[in-house]
T-cell receptor, first 111, second 111 residues
Framework: DAKTTQPNSMESNEEEPVHLPCNHS???????IHWYRQLPSQGPEYVIH???SNVNNRMASLAIAEDRKSSTLILHRATLRDAAVYYC????????????FGKGTKLTVNP | NAGVTQTPKFQVLKTGQSMTLQCAQD?????MSWYRQDPGMGLRLIHY???????DQGEVPNGYNVSRSTTEDFPLRLLSAAPSQTSVYFC??????????FGPGTRLLVL
């Protein structure tokens, strides 16, 4: 399975934008880029996913590099409730059940 | 919808004891999975099922058994618990081509 690399931790201030990077240099042409987050003492929850084009939803935006070797999750205005571990995962759409989680990025949001 | 539910929330076992972790979903999802999460780590896939009567092994299947007799339920059995199985266990489900929904987790301590 293709792997992803993320910083161990990041900090942000409340109401400021946050850019969470992810490197996936061995991504294949059929791998979708998924982001999940895990709030303390909870199960992971889906944030966003994309293949080639940038994606927006109510939670976040996903910016994908043209060569697809990296991507960035963008939280436009961080809130205290966004403090979580964010996982960048590669997955075949509709295919493999195996979500390969790395250690993720622990995001701290300061008031 | 209740989503994905897991019972119990917390369990303490002695080495050698057996138990079953319960997982149920009411979204009529074909796919269901079990993950474990060790402290400071990402999730690792134990077993998964692509439909009633069909199961397969994930990344760390040893020491665990599963069966899927109905679409709704996917229990995880520990036949002889070991301290190395101390972890937080997450069940997840999804529809083909869509993202996963995770349960709240079961914290297991094996003494």
């Amino acid at each position: 399975d293709a792997k992803t690399t993320q910083p161990n931790s990041m900090e942000s201030n409340e109401e400021e934008p946050v850019h969470l990077p992810c490197n996936h240099s061995t991504i294949s042409g059929t791998d979708y880029i998924h982001w999940y987050r895990q709030l303390p003492s909870q199960g992971p929850e889906y944030v966003i996913h994309g293949l080639t084009s940038n994606v927006n939803n109510r939670m976040a935006s996903l910016a994908i590099a043209e060569d697809r070797k990296s991507s960035t999750l963008i939280l436009h205005r961080a809130t205290l409730r966004d403090a979580a571990v964010y996982y960048c995962i590669l997955r075949l759409q509709g295919g493999s059940e195996k979500l390969v989680f790395g250690k993720g990025t622990k995001l701290t949001v300061n008031p | 919808n209740a989503g994905v539910t897991q019972t119990p929330k917390f369990q303490v076992l002695k080495t050698g004891q057996s138990m079953t972790l319960q997982c149920a979903q009411d979204m009529n999802h074909e796919y269901m999975s079990w993950y474990r999460q060790d402290p400071g780590m990402g999730l690792r896939l134990i077993h998964y099922s692509v439909g009633a009567g069909i199961t397969d092994q994930g990344e760390v299947p040893n020491g665990y058994n599963v069966s899927r007799s109905t679409t709704e339920d996917f229990p995880l059995r520990l036949l002889s618990a070991a301290p190395s199985q101390t972890s937080v266990y997450f069940c997840a489900s999804r529809r083909w081509g869509e993202t996963q929904y995770f349960g709240p987790g079961t914290r297991l301590l094996v003494l």
